[in-house]
């Protein structure tokens, strides 16, 4: 990547990651090509957003001209505070993992390749919901591009591991699986500088199977002889071992904070968050809590981390997970 691109040029990028429809995708290409500087250094990157940006505009009129467009089972709407797609070879337990934490109910078998579309499910974190969604084993022979398209703009991945089948072996697998893919976990950003072609996708490795405590020390050793980049998350679906950690992990790697909107008067209400990206200032808890806020808004009032109770700040400051704000206007 071009060392000199503005912070802008990375907003639209994750935009363009996360869009879920071909024209907000072409809306966030243009907005990545109006940002690029146009010089030797970035050539590249220029071609392959142009190249992008061609390949989206002829989707959209093959799209026009299908009169009865099949909806892929891999399009699943985000629902909760985040989405978490469950990947990995087969038999690792990502179906358990989902029947164990959800409230959904997918098959799960002692035998592999026994999961052949995919099943979301929320899980409780606390007072929020996140949606986890397990999908079938990756297999070289059989790749679904709406899976793949799924795994894209995800949230979060989640590359599930069997601790007690080579579990070192497998993450490589599946890294390789999906690099073909040209699909990269986040953490190995700086490994490809040079390689326009791929998404980056903020990844959890969860590491199944943890059943016991002699286990745990099993664990200890995969993440020493691993490669420091990885975020790892230890879990049991059976015995349900760390499962409790297992939830923060998660909520860690969304990188998202919950936020208690508290009417002047009143108690907040500490049921219900609001939940906001990690860095999210008081302005965009305005907007969420209501757009008319974005005009109105004059001070607010916060209770929380940093400040004394109820200290008054501007719209520019800067939230914190388990915050409560009074907006005035
Ligand atoms: N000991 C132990 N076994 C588990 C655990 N989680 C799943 N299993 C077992 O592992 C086998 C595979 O579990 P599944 O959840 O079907 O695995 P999967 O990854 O969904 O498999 P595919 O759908 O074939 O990709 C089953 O026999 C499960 O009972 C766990 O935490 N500990
Ligand atoms: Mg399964």
Not at 153 to 164: E, F, K, M, N
Not at 229 to 245: D, Y
Not at 253 to 272: C, F, N, S, T, V
Request: proline letters at 7%.
């Amino acid at each position: 990547m071009p060392t000199n691109l503005p912070p802008h040029y990375f907003e639209a990028e994750e935009n363009y990651r996360t869009a879920r429809t071909i024209e907000e995708k072409i809306a966030y290409l243009e907005e990545m090509m109006s940002i690029v500087p146009k010089h030797k250094g970035t050539e590249h990157l220029r071609a392959d957003l142009k190249r992008r940006l061609s390949q989206h505009r002829a989707e959209t009129k093959t799209q026009k001209t299908t009169v009865s467009r099949q909806i892929s089972p891999f399009h699943i709407d985000r629902e909760g505070a985040g989405q978490v797609v469950l990947v990995g070879l087969p038999n690792v337990g990502k179906s358990a993992l989902v029947a164990t934490l959800t409230n959904a109910k997918p098959e799960v078998a002692a035998h592999p390749f026994s999961t052949w579309s995919p099943t979301p499910g929320m899980m409780p974190i606390d007072n929020i919901q996140v949606q986890l969604i397990d999908t079938p084993p990756l297999n070289p022979e059989f790749i679904k591009p709406a899976m793949m398209d799924l795994i894209r703009r995800c949230d979060l991945l989640a590359i599930v591991i069997d601790l007690q089948a080579f579990p070192i072996q497998q993450l490589e697998d599946t890294v390789t699986f999906l690099e073909e893919q040209r699909i990269t976990p986040a953490c190995l950003r700086e490994r490809y500088v040079h390689r326009y072609d791929l998404t980056f996708v903020p990844t959890l490795v969860v590491v199944n199977k943890v059943d016991t405590p002699v286990m745990d020390e099993d664990f200890e050793i995969l993440c020493e002889l691993s490669d420091e980049v990885w975020h790892f998350a230890p879990v049991s679906a059976t015995t349900e071992r760390h499962v409790t950690a297992f939830k923060q992990a998660i909520f860690e790697r969304l990188e998202i904070i919950r936020i208690y909107a508290k009417p002047p008067g009143q108690e907040p209400d500490m049921k219900d968050p609001f939940v906001m990206r990690r860095e999210g200032t008081v302005e965009e808890f305005a907007g969420k809590v209501h757009q008319d806020f974005l005009k109105t808004l004059k001070t607010a009032r916060i209770w929380g981390e940093g400040v004394y109770d109820g200290q008054s700040v501007g719209r520019d400051h800067v939230l914190h997970d388990g915050d409560i704000v009074e907006l005035r206007t």
